[in-house]
């Protein structure tokens, strides 16, 4: 038990000091192609065994913004910041599929559609799922395709996503 | 302007210590328990902005930066974060090195990696056809997720335009080096980049990037003291 235990926690060490690397040297290609960009959209389904009716797009770019409101998110840009994370998240289960990244999709969603549940009729929803659609350029033509469909989560109020 | 080694590490430390605050604030509104490394965090950032126990709250701040990476399995923002524990080593390092010469060192490889940060990031776009060409920089406003409204996705229609602004980001991500030369030509490089960050903040909502790149400027400017002057 013990060795397992130490096992476990040079694993946390040695992944966290992994992430750490690029930090020290880092490699500072920014946007050095455009690669396909994911999209998340979600469905919110009344059973497990429910066929999503609708996709909802996550966080969705409003039309217009102004300048001032382009301002005032110099301080306080949280949820922007959130759909980025959801991207990496994204990027990462193309990557290396791992619960976590999937999980942390879910919670995104989750919160989101909380806290703009005037949006959506949340009556009776008990689930949620979501799909990555990646955007591409094919010649002159933009492609969508559907790269993941993740599980079906329970939806509820306050309770978090939990890796199974 | 004069700076000293001392007063650049304060000023870097000022910097980012609002950088990490605002950073902070920006998890407290989720109901998650990352508020739980967050809260914490952005008192620590007040302490470094106000100096009290400056080298443990850089140490406490380091740790938490690695708990956040646990957390999210890998950096929450990219760049940003890469750059947020880069600045936090070199500054717990300055205040952890026995000796001058390795404080510099610390410091200075700071400066080194903001240098880098601009010219690699030019030398991989100019080494691409699409770049050259302006496509790249359509593709982002086209279909990209960055662009923060629909309104700007237009912008992609604009051909001549993006050439320009492909070529002007180029060229002043891979001259940037140049402009160590003197003092005079390093500020003005330093307000451009400062002027491209808030461009970036403004049409694709990379808020974080300007502010923690502002906080490493301070270890450019006194480098290029220390080597040139």
């Given amino acids: 038990m013990e060795t397992t235990n130490s096992k476990s926690l040079f694993s946390v060490i040695f992944s966290t000091l992994k992430s750490l690397l690029p930090a020290i040297i880092p490699s500072w290609n920014f946007f050095d192609y455009i690669a396909p960009s994911p999209r998340a959209q979600f469905a919110l389904l009344h059973s497990e065994d429910g066929l999503p009716s609708k996709w909802h797009e996550y966080c969705p770019q409003p039309d217009y913004i102004s300048f001032i409101t382009m301002l005032k998110r110099m301080f306080w840009n949280s949820q922007w910041n959130e759909s980025l994370y959801v991207m990496s998240c994204a990027e990462r289960l193309m990557d290396k599929p791992t619960h976590h990244s999937e999980d942390e999709i879910l919670n995104c969603i989750k919160q989101y559609v909380i806290a703009n549940n005037q949006k959506y009729n949340l009556e009776n929803i008990k689930h949620l799922q979501f799909r990555l659609v990646f955007i591409k350029r094919q010649g002159e033509e933009l492609q969508h395709e559907v790269t993941f469909l993740s599980r079906i989560a329970a939806f509820s109020n306050q309770s978090t996503v939990k890796t199974p | ?229």
């Fill in chain 2, 1 to 229: 302007m004069i700076f000293s080694l001392a007063e650049a590490v304060r000023l870097t430390e000022i910097l980012v210590g609002f950088a990490f605050a605002q950073q902070s604030i920006e998890h407290l509104k989720t109901h998650s328990p990352e508020r739980f490394l967050f809260l914490p965090r952005l008192i620590l950032a007040l302490l470094l902005i106000a100096g009290i126990y400056t080298q443990w709250v850089l140490l406490l701040l380091l740790l938490f930066g690695l708990a956040i990476l646990y957390r999210f399995q890998g950096p929450y923002n990219g760049g940003a974060d890469r750059m947020s524990l880069l600045i936090l080593i070199s500054l717990t390092l300055v205040h952890v090195a026995p000796n001058t010469y390795l404080q510099e060192v610390a410091f200075g490889y700071l400066a080194i990696q903001l240098i880098l940060s601009y010219f690699i990031s030019g030398w991989v776009k100019v080494v691409n056809p699409d770049w050259r060409s302006g496509r790249a920089l359509s593709d982002v406003f086209l279909f990209s997720a960055y662009p923060v409204s629909e309104s700007l996705r237009s912008l992609s229609q604009s051909p001549h335009l993006l050439l320009a602004m492909s070529w002007y980001v180029m060229l002043f991500e891979l001259l940037f080096p140049i402009a160590l030369l003197t003092q005079n030509s390093l500020i003005v490089a330093l307000v451009i980049t400062a002027t491209f960050h808030f461009s970036n903040a403004c049409l694709f909502g990379l808020n974080r990037f300007f502010w923690i790149w502002i906080a490493a400027y301070p270890s450019l400017i006194w480098f290029q003291q220390r080597i040139f002057i």
